[in-house]
C-alpha cells in the first residue's frame, strides 16, 4: 500500500475539482458552513492526482492507458 502512488484518473480529476471549487464557492456565497473543507479537499487530491483514502481502499481510477504512461 503506497500513499503517495499517483492513483486517480483524468476524468476523476476534473470531477474533484469542478465540485470541490463548487463547494468552495457555496461557503462564500450562501451556506456559511464547514462543508468548504470538503470542497478543497477534492480540489488539492484532483490537482495533485493523489488520493490516500484510494490508495488504503486499493482504488485506480487511471484507466490502462494512463497506467502505461500513454495518455
Given at each position: 500500500?503506497?500513499?503517495?502512488?499517483?492513483?486517480?484518473?483524468?476524468?476523476d480529476?476534473?470531477?474533484?475539482?469542478?465540485v470541490?471549487?463548487?463547494?468552495?464557492?457555496?461557503?462564500?456565497?450562501?451556506?456559511?458552513?464547514?462543508?468548504?473543507?470538503?470542497?478543497?479537499?477534492?480540489?488539492?487530491?484532483?490537482?495533485?492526482?493523489?488520493?490516500?483514502?484510494?490508495?488504503?481502499?486499493?482504488?485506480?481510477?487511471?484507466s490502462?492507458?494512463?497506467?502505461?504512461?500513454?495518455?
Amino acid at each position: 500500500m503506497d500513499l503517495f502512488k499517483n492513483n486517480i484518473g483524468k476524468i476523476d480529476r476534473i470531477i474533484r475539482v469542478v465540485v470541490g471549487i463548487v463547494l468552495v464557492g457555496n461557503v462564500f456565497y450562501a451556506l456559511q458552513n464547514p462543508i468548504g473543507w470538503i470542497g478543497v479537499i477534492l480540489i488539492v487530491t484532483g490537482i495533485i492526482g493523489k488520493c490516500p483514502l484510494y490508495s488504503i481502499i486499493g482504488i485506480n481510477t487511471k484507466s490502462l492507458a494512463e497506467k502505461a504512461g500513454l495518455k
